[in-house]
């Protein structure tokens, strides 16, 4: 039995999945975290949090690397870990440096910080020779006006250290760009009370259908798990509203998006011990690298590749943080795709109903969450305010996609936000 030591974590799919694949596999953990209260609040009703499962919860302050390096050392000593580990992207970071302080398994800590920085990466992605958009980093407005000129609308703003599409935005011109950034000044601190930096990202904006590649990296080794495609609305946001695994494109497509991530990976050095998403657009100019996520997907994606290949990535991400080889066997699972559709509100208010078509009782429905009347609705403007999804397989080939749109069209039949 090994134990792990979990250093926060997001609160939605991952952390249930991640407690529960240290379980299977046998193992302890132990949960470290600055606001007990984050995961008491996101629980069910009457139920615990799966993280308060844990062989030990301590409380730390997890933002304070200095503090918290000492503090660390301190528990191994008592408590013996074999692995450090995290779902949530804005701790990544701080666990590698953890792990290499303690001598754990893990990746380079520079290497997770390059990908957890969204310039970081394009300078190294960039410096490696691999074709991108151009961009440009500035925190003065004038430099940001100027750069954007020279870069052409439209364009997409980014923040550098935020994640789930926030503040992320299409502009077209100059207002719509002032507008961006000054929304994103507003936000000077992350959900998890970390200070931002000023910095904004600039990218040219891509053309074509945006994948994601999802690999395991083990001892020098990336092991390809699949490619899965993704659908985008909510504009001028860039917001998930579905996903599909495999993804139905030609296999030329796959090949190009998979070496396109290895190179990526490698240019980052991120080769050993990591589970990765990373974001492909296949523009009409080839495959350009999106983002590189140092983390098995969100957004349930890591069940859709186990519904379809019978591969837990909760579970490769449990191994490789313990240094052992990730059990990465296909099995035949009866299903040849499954895709994920999210409910996304278009308009503030409360959620009255959500009486439409509910999926019935029917083989192909794999999973169904849907929000209770009376939440409080936000027009959404990233991956935060869904209302619900809807996950369906298909045991016959690419066609999980289209169930999941006619299960979706029944409920959005009876949303009332008002």
């Given at each position: 039995?090994?134990?792990l030591l979990v250093v926060e974590s997001w609160v939605g799919s991952m952390s249930r999945l991640l407690p529960r694949a240290i379980r299977e596999g046998g193992h302890e953990f132990t949960f470290l975290t600055r606001d007990l209260h984050h995961y008491l609040r996101s629980a069910p009703e009457g139920a615990a949090h ?272 313990l240094g052992r080889a990730p059990d990465l066997r296909r099995t035949d699972t009866g299903l040849r795709s499954a895709a994920i559709g999210f409910l996304v509100p278009d308009r503030t208010g409360t959620l009255e109903a959500l009486d439409g078509r509910r999926p019935a009782d029917r083989p192909e429905v794999l999973e ?51």
């Amino acid at each position: 039995m090994a134990h792990l030591l979990v250093v926060e974590s997001w609160v939605g799919s991952m952390s249930r999945l991640l407690p529960r694949a240290i379980r299977e596999g046998g193992h302890e953990f132990t949960f470290l975290t600055r606001d007990l209260h984050h995961y008491l609040r996101s629980a069910p009703e009457g139920a615990a949090h799966p993280l308060l499962g844990a062989r030990n919860v301590i409380t730390a302050e997890t933002n304070d690397l200095d503090a918290l390096l000492p503090e660390a050392a301190r528990l191994h000593s008592v408590l013996g870990f074999d692995g450090v580990i995290t779902s949530c992207d804005y701790y990544l970071p701080t666990v590698a440096r953890i792990a290499g302080h303690l001598g754990l398994p893990g990746p380079g800590p520079e290497a997770v910080e390059d990908a957890c920085r969204k310039d970081a990466t394009r300078r190294v992605l960039a410096d490696a020779g691999l074709p991108g958009p151009r961009f440009a980093v500035h925190e003065e407005w004038a430099d940001l006006a100027r750069a954007a000129r020279e870069i052409g609308y439209p364009l997409v703003v980014k923040p550098v250290d935020l994640c789930a599409g926030m503040y992320v935005r299409r502009v077209d011109d100059e207002t719509q760009l002032a507008d961006a950034v000054r929304v994103l000044g507003e936000f000077p601190v992350n959900a998890r009370g970390q200070r931002r930096t000023s910095a904004v990202l600039l990218e040219e904006l891509l053309d074509g259908p945006e994948v994601s590649v999802e690999t395991v990296s083990y001892r020098g080794a990336v092991h390809m798990v699949g490619v899965t495609d993704k659908s985008i609305g909510g504009a001028p946001a860039f917001i998930e509203t579905g996903h599909m695994f495999p993804a139905a494109l030609p296999l030329a497509d796959i090949d190009a998006a998979e070496q396109t991530a290895l190179s990526a990976l490698k240019a980052l050095g991120l080769t050993d011990g990591v589970v990765a998403h990373t974001e492909i657009k296949l523009t009409s100019d080839g495959p350009r690298v999106v983002e590189v996520n140092p983390r098995p997907a969100g957004n349930r994606i890591t069940e859709l590749v186990r519904h379809v290949t019978g591969i837990d990535l909760a579970a490769a991400c449990v191994d490789v943080a313990l240094g052992r080889a990730p059990d990465l066997r296909r099995t035949d699972t009866g299903l040849r795709s499954a895709a994920i559709g999210f409910l996304v509100p278009d308009r503030t208010g409360t959620l009255e109903a959500l009486d439409g078509r509910r999926p019935a009782d029917r083989p192909e429905v794999l999973e169904v969450q849907l929000a209770e009347p009376g939440r409080a609705v936000k027009a959404a403007g990233s991956n935060n305010e869904y209302l619900g999804h809807v996950m369906a397989g298909d045991p016959d080939g690419p066609g999980a996609r289209d169930r999941v749109e006619e299960l979706l069209a029944g409920l959005r039949a009876g949303l009332v936000i008002r």
